[in-house]
């Protein structure tokens, strides 16, 4: 039999968390007794558990303990426990039982002090100057020979992420949102949110697929940008060649996206518009050259927004714009998505997940899909903070500009 | 007025073919006479129709002529007409106006002669080496500054598909299967044409997504890999880790694929998984050492099946395997794709569409997913010669496999 | 070796239909030659084919003559073969191999007179008078004993459904619409279909499902029926008790339609929804009483809508107006369907397939389901005439009311 | 400000009740104050609390303590506090605010004395029979005027559903399974569940919808049924009517099932099929004719397992056997699943809500469907019991009764 004591602290009850972890527990095959208990009379106070945990085996107990951290339960031995850490073996090869990230407030102990770990990041590994006290996520293909990881699971703090006291309209709508409800006041919220992230200078982030533009709605998009709704922008070459190829021809997919003539005539647009583009050297040159006159990314190159157009092996073309290298483009994403407090991801599975990855759990993000499946798949792979809106992307876009236009006034003062 | 005459031949009528074509002028505002039919009176014999076109504009007239030929119709006056070539202006841009190809068997005139492109792909220019007599698809990236690329419509022919007389088999199902029709039928006919492919020596693509490891189908993909019915693999970064997770740890994404225990042990499996063949250096060293024993890419090693892994922006890791320069990935895939008479691809929208995209339209291709749209979009790209499976994919390749057992006698002796 | 000689003609060529049946010869088993074709050179033009069909019984023979009649291929010898009739041998119950309708335009052949089928209706028999020389549907469970019902496939002729030259606007989209294509042309369609069909005094019968409620498109509804759009309702116990809900305690299940609260408050409203409707004695009481006073069924009864609410097993209550017979329900749809010209379906399945089964292919059908397997499905149960939209109802209601507005001058006249 | 004091015990908060109270507290607008807590110290001890509930006004506060009661949370006052009973009204009609019932084990007072209500079932109302103290779930369509019943929430009392120590292999899976996960341990528990099950003598309940037959699963159902794991089937008239069709011609909706053509000979076969078995008298008469002699249906009538077949607006025909009033197939399908324990759900949505709504949250309920919509409806509308897989039907039963075959010995004994 193996033990440890745990302590846990902060809205445990109310938050789920307490519970989570005797789940947890439970479900890993360990036991758990209750050493302590105190609970806040009113939302507003903290409670505190001290649990005791009982496995079989010490490896059983490991696993219980490392699971359990991830929500905040701490063994009171590893307190003052030091962070293990060793050099990394290779260029991009972690110590064998490196500790594996989530995206949480994460706190390393090394000479006796806790030390928040900076760039927080699912996935990756906690790579510490001892010296400066400093510690950082590293994804693992930039870990360099000698870097000192932490290992195994002492010394390491985690914050769950507790809801607030008193709520935030936002939070308030955490879960997925069914095609079955109404969906007008959560797009009123968002709206709300992004004017708030806005007026305290926040950084927003769109994600978006190829979609956004076949349904009609990137005049939306480029009207959120004209009006600094979106400070960075995230996609890849589909939506770029056909936001560019509605630019030049008119049509999306050879479809006229606003004439009545459906009849497609062919692929040819949409490469023609990628040859335009090639030939021009990039994008922001087609745009200075006056070839692009309208749309997403002549409203990006006009108000100077950041874009990462990241590749993929169904690319055509691809623009000279996109980052064909997969490993580069996540490195320009992890970049430019620092500093964001809120993204909104339309349209878009493997763009959506891929963003979902590098952000910590503590930006706002709202997944809109027509295809629940989208939605489900983004919580399941971490990024549980994602409000999910199952929806059409057009009508839902239109309406956000919408409530957007009603309670503009307020940003353009900031 | 703009005119033209255009001809078209073989099973026109009972292929659809010619009801499309008028179809098309039509829809794309031109009218038609059909000044000459002749009707084959038996299924094998063959049908002739000579139309006349008619339409408002030059332009327009070109866009349906252009449109039309797709499908076969020539206009007579083409029939001695020379394609029209020019130099590409520099290194990855095509001429303006260049043609794009379709996936279908395409033909040039170059010097008063047709001569049959090679290397059939879709979305590519056609490349002409006016010496060597010869010409063949190239995709945007790699065209060099003067080759000369066909522009325009003129002299270019494209034979369509045609149902052949009698009906294979595998022609009998090409069209996508829906949830509520019986799949049994439909698995031992793919088994069938699977055996027919092996004993003629024909290759056999497989691309499959995380998926088909999450829900514990790998170990049949490994056996039909052991029994010669895999001779190349397409995938992404994802299947090998989980693959590669569940032979040294027993489990897919955390969760333990034949024990009773669903409680996740979290994401440290397929992180250390990661990170333990980046230290061997690749899936090959990491099978020689003795460190993976079994699963899809152990039987690849051992039985020098080519796999082509492609990196994606949503990978962890990457394996160093994985090409993460999306066009050299392509690049790779397109060789390894040369050859092959049968694709069948399962779990995996993003390297399904990217492979079709790659293959020229007489290769039988089978799509297999939970999700029916993945299968409509594999269409909807240009696949059309794509059938598609709409069902769990772990019971589709057990019931293959099983199937495939029953008949391997044939393959055996080849 | 058993024969037959069939005769087509029509625009049986650019309407898919001399291909069809070609198709259907050979998927069936049987071989075809083609004795004589007169091929319409443009596209006003009528084409006529004679085709003899071999097949190896005559089993198999009559088989195929069965199914192509579908597509208007008629033996040459059955033009002045009659109907064989036979008596019905109890109520409800047909003769053996009774001749089973589609819902295309019938003939039949009685006392050597073509007669039109009246109230045609899929999956029906055919009564003959013979003293009147009538012929109509009848579904089986309103047959009485003796009634004399046509028995095989001899003296029937069916007409298939042509595309019209020119095409209306409305033809223009008649299939699918996926979710990644631009649908407010499409609705702008719609809305015109319906203000043409308006004009023309025809009628327009919605069919509706709980869904519309719960999103909040509720109030749209009821501005088409205030404003004349909607000539008959039908819908199940469901809308009309969340609708009613919703007048009663602004909620749909529980939760506020258009309050920030989503807090469900439970089942008791709609359940305490359903009581007061069944004290008030229904819905049209409720609203004469001052109970209800706006909502879909308020309005329907201010307008003198007519409304019919079907029963289902998964009813709670029901209300008083709801019809539990599901026979009874059926045959109250047929004689409210009569005359409709023009049908709208959203949000549900059950309602729309059985809606489906009761029109005549002639009535435009549009289904709207954010889900793409319930308009696929009106499809394959043989409402092929439906055009799909995959989307949200309620931004689709609440555009397809703008587009309303925008054109009503002409309605307002008629 | 409203006050009120509940008490809430039990496993309350490693079953996650506690924290759902408090939840519902905060979203429902009001504030709590926990007043006393004891918490179990072990997983098998029981926890105490009380806990202060105020909100703005005594309307809220009744909302609230409605709501949180459904969690088991009551006022100390009302330990002692009668139900309120009135008399119904009018046959059929309930008193204004009667008590709307969960599926929950619930007890009112009455007498000074807690007495159980039978027949749970949700969404019903409470009859009391104060002279024998009993009390019993009525639904709406069956109240009689006079009877009394229980209006608002004093004097009830609910049990929530905990998980119980040591858990269950079975609740083990109490959630939706996921297309990306491994179902085949799933398949063996529910094996295991309906094996022990039926050791213990008790009843299995089988829904089943068309798509059953279609995709050619009937086989393995007729087999569970031959071997005594099913004691009532609950469907409509599609799953006979297909059944039948299989049984006499071999087709199911014109394909047939288990030959290689597939080109549909149309409607034909299951019009026919009906029309057999109203000449026949019923389904049981077709049997003992010797009319069917395999299927679903026909080892139903020969092992006598009750079936319901309930009617739909959308049923052809229907079958003789089929109850049309949908308030009638209600009430038995009431009856026969009173005493079940276990209900496998597959293939449908309709039947499947609509036993879901009848059923005692105590039953197990396992629900299989292709399409994942058709699982989070059923738990969307108070079924929150059910286990849902989303996999394909025809091999889920295939793979079940393979299971099932392995470990029969155990029952062939009792």
Chains 1, 2, 3, 4 share one sequence.
């Not at 004209?226 to 995230?234: G, I, K, M, P």
């Not at 100077?304 to 690319?315: E, M, N």
Request: net charge negative; with cysteine; proline share 5%.
């Amino acid at each position: 039999m193996a033990r440890s004591t745990v302590e846990i602290a902060g809205h445990i009850i109310d938050s789920l968390i307490l519970p989570k972890v005797l789940d947890l527990i439970i479900n890993l095959g360990a036991e758990f007794e209750i050493l302590e208990i105190q609970v806040g009379h009113r939302r507003a106070d903290r409670s505190y558990a001290r649990i005791q945990v009982e496995a079989s085996t010490p490896e059983l107990l490991g696993r219980v303990l490392a699971k359990i951290k991830e929500h905040g339960a701490l063994p009171v031995e590893a307190e003052d426990q030091s962070a293990q850490l060793e050099p990394a073996p290779a260029d991009g090869v972690f110590p064998d039982h490196f500790y594996a990230t989530t995206n949480l407030p994460t706190w390393v102990r090394v000479k006796d002090q806790w030390i928040e770990v900076e760039l927080p990041e699912m996935d990756c590994g906690i790579r510490v100057d001892v010296n400066a006290l400093r510690a950082e996520c590293v994804p693992i293909h930039r870990v360099k020979k000698d870097d000192l990881v932490v290992v195994d699971h002492g010394g390491v703090k985690i914050l769950p992420v507790e809801r607030r006291v008193p709520r935030e309209a936002f939070e308030f709508m955490s879960s997925t949102v069914s095609t079955e409800q109404p969906k007008g006041l959560l797009i009123r919220e968002i709206a709300e949110s992004m004017n708030r992230v806005r007026r305290e200078n926040g950084r927003i982030l769109v994600v978006a697929g190829p979609g956004l533009v076949h349904t009609g709605a990137s005049r939306y998009l480029a009207d959120l940008i004209e009006r600094d709704y979106v400070q960075v922008l995230f996609a890849g070459n589909g939506l770029a060649v056909h936001d560019i190829e509605t630019a030049l021809y008119g049509t999306s997919l050879g479809i006229y996206v606003d004439r009545k003539i459906r009849a497609s005539e062919g692929h040819e647009h949409h490469l023609w518009a990628i040859n335009t583009i090639r030939k021009a050297g990039g994008i922001r040159p087609a745009v200075e050259q006056g070839l692009i006159q309208h749309g997403i990314f002549y409203s990006c190159v006009q108000k100077g927004v950041d874009f990462v157009l990241a590749g993929s092996i169904r690319d055509d073309g691809p623009l000279p714009d996109v980052i064909t290298d997969t490993l580069k483009a996540q490195d320009l994403m992890r970049e430019k998505a620092r500093g964001v407090s809120f993204a909104l991801m339309m349209a878009t599975t493997l763009h959506a997940i891929a963003t979902g990855n590098l952000l910590p759990a503590t930006v706002k993000t709202v997944c809109v899909d027509i295809n629940p499946a989208v939605v489900t798949k983004l919580s399941d792979r971490g990024t549980f903070q994602a409000m999910g809106l199952v929806t059409d992307v057009e009508p839902f876009l239109r309406e956000l500009c919408q409530y957007l236009v009603t309670e503009t006034v307020g940003i353009s003062e900031s």
